[in-house]
């Protein structure tokens, strides 16, 4: 039950199980978020819808073309039909006035296959996008071909050039032939024939490029040919409810996202411990109770009662006990209620609470503070402007009831060390609407108070006696008198660690883990 004085909790610099809780108790946010993006998306449909949209193909064949083309080469269809030379060139057939730069922006082309590209064109009105689209499919086809055209040319033209180089040699060859005809020639007859043989060789390499030349400059005709209009211009009919749930179910990704990612970062920025083990650990005192947030069909009152009767066990003793509540001030007045009902009909309460919500309950249970009397609750809050010091009349003990997530880390520090400072003990947290998926625990195990699980003598209100803390130990079966353990009291926060005295006894089987029981002095 003790922890080692050199044992050290390192916490994560994120704690993944707080952000996920956090976002889950803030659902109503990122709800609303996906909500608003929802809405934003079906109102922008509907305030801008699909402009009218004309649709075309067209087959576009390469002298490149292979099997294992990766699709490069329709993408370069696509890039040059957004050029503003291929938009020019359509305009100009249609004669009309725009300039390129913005038509090129009204259409789009997509590559569906490698072959196969779709031309989409939007306008002011179905004709005249139907009409651009043939303008379109027509100037990106004489394109193509002109481009087919101009590189077959420039092909012929090589050709054509090699074949002047080689003809150049021709004629030189068939000059030295003709000099070698003269009296004073020295070309003799083995040279001779050498020239003979490398003007036929020359002349059938002219031969050969002519004939390439006149081949290429044909270009190829099955390509231009089959490059056409696969599928006619015609209106794209525009579905507004398409629409409407496209751009809705965009809305409601960006909303959803935005939502959850400001959930997210509120639950680190804000810094408000939802976890039990949290709780505990910045107040200084365990969880003993916990009431859960009742469902919309239930109310929540059997819940209530039974941790009401839990608390009243726990304080059952003499003594005034105080219930105090940091942000829920009416489950608070309900559980005082409860626990005044389960300790007796002689119980009062005294409603500190700032909208008297003990006073609307149980009217006839309240009276002043300043009654005299020992079975009294106190019911008051520690929320932020609190009198700390009107906090002492209220009780000698405290119960504190806290809504998880409520109050920042630093306010329940403030809290515990307020409490500290007065003097007044706290016997235990019981934590209002926790998360149901949180499996923390929240007792302390390294505390006097945690440790012997049960109320303590108050501090005297001069602070000028020591008080004791007393715990009953029960005696074994064998008739032994019983024995009264005395502690000193912690009252400086956290608590110093406690460890358990073990009395000798005579009677192994009254021992448990070879320590006594302890148990609340009556």
């Known amino acids: 039950m003790t922890a080692p004085e050199n044992t050290q909790n390192t916490q994560p610099l994120l704690d993944l199980q707080r952000v996920l809780i956090a976002i889950r108790r803030r659902r109503r946010l990122w709800l609303s978020a996906a909500v608003l993006g929802l809405l934003a998306g079906a109102v922008l449909a509907f305030l801008s819808p699909t402009p009218p949209t004309a649709v075309t193909r067209l087959l576009v064949l390469h002298a490149e073309d292979a099997p294992n083309d990766s699709g490069t080469l329709i993408k370069t269809d696509v890039a040059i039909l957004e050029t503003t030379r291929v938009a020019e060139a359509a305009l100009r057939k249609l004669g009309s006035t725009e300039p390129p730069e913005r038509f090129v922006k009204s259409y789009t082309g997509t590559g569906l296959t490698n072959n196969v590209l779709e031309l989409q064109v939007t306008a002011d009105s179905y004709g005249e996008a ?17 481009r087919m055209q101009a590189a077959a040319d420039a092909e012929a033209q ?160 003499g003594g005034s006990v105080s219930v105090l509540e940091l942000g829920c001030p009416k489950v608070a007045a309900a559980l005082a209620v409860g626990m005044a009902g389960h300790l007796g009909d002689d119980v009062r309460i005294v409603d500190d609470l700032p909208h008297r919500d003990v006073t609307a309950l149980a009217p006839d249970r309240v009276i002043d503070g300043g009654a005299a009397g020992q079975g009294r609750i106190g019911v008051g809050t520690v929320s932020p402007g609190t009198a700390w010091t009107d906090l002492r009349r209220l009780g000698s003990e405290t119960v504190l009831v806290v809504q998880a997530g409520k109050a920042s880390t630093l306010w329940l520090h403030t809290v515990a060390r307020q409490l500290a400072d007065l003097g007044i003990p706290v016997i235990g947290v019981v934590l209002v609407a926790p998360d149901p998926r949180d499996r923390t625990d929240g007792t302390l195990w390294d505390g006097l108070h945690t440790a012997l699980r049960g ?52 009677n192994p089987e009254a021992h448990v883990n070879g320590k006594l029981p302890v148990e609340h002095e009556s």
Not at 130 to 146: G, N
Not at 165 to 190: C, F, M
Not at 277 to 304: C, D, F, M, T, Y
Request: proline share 7%; charged share 20%.
């Open 130 to 146: 139907v009409a651009k689209a043939q303008a379109l499919a027509d100037a990106f086809i004489a394109d193509h071909s002109a």
């Open 158 to 317: 090589a050709l054509l050039s090699q074949r002047d180089q080689i003809q150049t040699e021709l004629t030189e060859v068939d000059r030295q032939i003709a000099s070698s005809a003269n009296r004073n020639s020295q070309i003799g007859p083995a040279e001779l024939q050498s020239l003979y043989a490398r003007r036929a060789d020359l002349t059938s390499r002219v031969s050969d490029f002519t004939n390439q030349a006149s081949e290429a400059k044909i270009g190829t005709p099955q390509l231009a040919a089959g490059t056409q209009i696969v599928d006619a211009p015609r209106p794209m009919a525009a579905s507004p409810l398409g629409s409407l749930v496209t751009n809705a179910g965009i809305g409601l990704g960006f909303g959803l996202i935005a939502g959850l990612g400001l959930a997210a970062v509120m639950s680190v920025v804000r810094d408000r411990p939802l976890l039990r083990r949290e709780v505990s650990a910045h107040l200084g005192a365990s969880v003993i109770a916990q009431l859960p947030k009742p469902r919309p069909w239930q109310n929540g009152v059997a819940q209530r009662e039974r941790v009401a009767a839990t608390v009243a066990r726990t304080v059952r003793d």
């Open 455 to 506: 109320r303590a003598t108050a501090v005297p209100r001069n602070g000028t006696a020591s008080a004791n803390w007393f715990a009953r130990l029960p005696s074994a079966t064998t008739g032994r008198s019983e024995q009264t353990l005395t502690l000193t009291p912690v009252h400086d926060l956290p608590t110093k660690q406690f460890t358990p005295v073990t009395p000798p006894t005579d």
